[in-house]
């Protein structure tokens, strides 16, 4: 089936960037939707940004105009580029893709992303 691979997480100061990626690998039937989620200590799992397999780009409110959400086709790889970061950005982001053929949503492992004030 299918396997996600996350990276590009670290420790930023408020303001500054970081890119993170995640590459698909495995059977891969058909994907349709590939995103990020991040669940901060004591809170849910949030959504932060999804992208179709037609390009449709879905944000939170939160990070609407700070981040942006990509794809590489030929790659099976989804990317968050993350700009003017905030302590509140600051969680273990989770890449998540739906695979119509499977009907199934596969996890990354989490990658950890923290912003210091």
């Known amino acids: 089936q299918v396997q996600l691979v996350e990276s590009g997480g670290g420790l930023v100061q408020a303001g500054g960037s970081l890119r993170l990626s995640c590459a698909a690998s495995?059977?891969?039937?058909?994907?349709?939707?590939m995103g990020w989620y991040r669940q901060a200590p004591g809170k849910q799992r949030e959504l932060v940004a999804t992208?179709?397999?037609?390009?449709?780009?879905n944000y939170a409110d939160s990070v609407k105009g700070r981040f942006t959400i990509s794809k590489d086709n030929a790659k099976n790889t989804v990317y968050l580029q993350m700009n003017a970061l905030k302590p509140e950005d600051t969680a273990l982001y989770y890449c998540?893709?739906?695979?119509?053929?499977?009907?199934?949503?596969?996890w990354g492992q989490g990658t950890q992303v923290t912003v210091s004030s």
């Open positions: 998540n893709v739906y695979d119509g053929g499977w009907g199934r949503n596969v």
């Open positions: 992208i179709t397999s037609g390009s449709r780009l």
């Open positions: 495995g059977r891969i039937l058909s994907i349709v939707v």
